[in-house]
């Protein structure tokens, strides 16, 4: 099947940057947020993204591109004409299967439904659907116009058809696609960072040492960016739902650690709140102990 007509849903931390990734490379993007000020913000954020790509010579034209993108809050409309839904909601495992229902009942048969989930078995997502074979992982990383991984996931019924179609686009986007062939929680790369996520939220919790001497410890390494850092540029509300799914699927351990939670509870949700492990109401902040 040629994919040309793609709906994202969810035009937060992932969403608007992944529809950003289809729109430059010439998709008709139909962009989903049940929230108009969460849509703004999105297309607000893609347009900036462009306009520094445009800088450097990398886009054409902004204008160009952005005309690639229509906005939606209603998914019914957003998925009716499309040949690729990915969705790009908060890691909240009811929400994602609500999410699934409805596409499922209003995507054209013909549709793959992919999701970007970066922790919840894809065969569950699967199961609340009549086309589990179309249903797939196509787990982006953040920020998605930037990082070249893309985690194609096969759920038990997932045909490889499918898999190969969503292995070829991710390549046609000038990404590096992998193949997960095993559908279990946090698929691989998240699953290996999980126990790094639970440690580095026990430091915390025990006061072993503070973000600051961790992070300096790793920039020293030459890492782009230090474990708290990243932990604020992804957003505490995705890793606080990470750890909550891990507690049930992987291992109760992960329900103990409390400064994840902490932060959660006081909407400290990193760089998107301004505050996390650290300020950011000035930008990215200086780590210099
Ligand atoms: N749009 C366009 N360009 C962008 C951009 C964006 N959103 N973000 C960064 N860039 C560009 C910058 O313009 C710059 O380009 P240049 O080299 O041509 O000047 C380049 O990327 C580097 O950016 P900066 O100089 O602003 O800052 P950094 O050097 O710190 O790079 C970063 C930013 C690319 C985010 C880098 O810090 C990094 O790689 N961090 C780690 C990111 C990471 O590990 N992501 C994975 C997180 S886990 C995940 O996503 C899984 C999920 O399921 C939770």
């Known amino acids: 099947m040629d994919i040309r007509k793609v709906a994202v ?10 529809a950003e990734v289809f729109a430059i490379n010439g998709f008709q993007v139909n962009l989903m947020d049940a929230y108009e000020d969460a849509l703004k913000k999105g297309l607000n954020r893609i347009r900036e993204s462009l306009s520094k790509l445009a800088e450097k010579g990398k886009v054409k034209s902004v204008d160009e591109v952005m005309s690639n993108i229509n906005s939606f809050t209603d998914l019914a409309a957003a998925v009716s004409n499309v040949d690729l839904v990915v969705e790009a909601v908060p890691e909240i495992v009811d929400l994602k299967l609500k999410i699934f229902k409805e596409v499922d ?26 086309r589990p074979e179309m249903v797939v992982g196509m787990h982006f990383f953040n920020p998605p116009v930037v990082m070249k991984l893309v985690e194609v996931i096969k759920g038990e019924k997932t ?21 997960v062939l095993k559908d279990s929680p946090g698929f691989i790369v998240n699953r290996i960072q999980a126990p790094e996520l639970l440690l580095l939220c026990l430091i915390q919790d025990k006061g072993i040492a503070s973000p600051e001497e961790v992070d300096a410890l790793l920039l020293g390494q030459g890492l782009p960016m230090g474990a708290y850092e990243l932990l604020d540029f992804v957003g505490i509300d995705v890793v606080y739902h990470s750890m909550e799914y891990f507690s049930k699927a992987l291992s109760s351990d992960y329900g103990k650690c409390s400064t994840i939670r902490r932060l959660y509870e006081e909407k400290k949700l990193g760089k998107k709140s301004g505050a996390g492990f650290y300020d950011w109401s000035k930008g990215r902040p200086s780590i210099d102990i």
């Open 9 to 18: 849903i969810g035009a937060g931390e992932m969403g608007h940057g992944i």
């Open 105 to 130: 009942a209003s995507a054209p048969r013909r549709a793959i439904i992919a999701s970007n989930t970066s922790n919840i078995r894809i065969s569950d997502l699967a199961a609340v659907t009549a």
């Open 159 to 179: 045909s490889d058809d499918v898999m190969q179609q969503v292995f070829d686009l991710s390549k046609s986007l000038g990404k590096t696609p992998v193949k």
